[in-house]
């Protein structure tokens, strides 16, 4: 299997595996991860928008 190269699909699979590992956990609170969490979808998102992927 070939790892992606691309920025946003990377950041997208960053994104899924911090929303992954957040979820799992109800008593897991990290303060701020709200605010990381969308700031990252926002990039990833925007990233491969543009065809930057």
Known sequence: MRPT???GFQ?????LVVNGI?????G???????????????V???LILLGRA
């Open 28 to 42: 897991l609170s990290i303060p701020g991860v709200g605010f990381v969490m969308a700031l990252l979808a926002l």
């Open 11 to 15: 950041l997208l699979g960053v994104w």
């Open 22 to 26: 957040v979820g799992l956990g109800p």
């Open 44 to 46: 990833t998102g925007l």
């Open 5 to 7: 190269r691309t920025l």
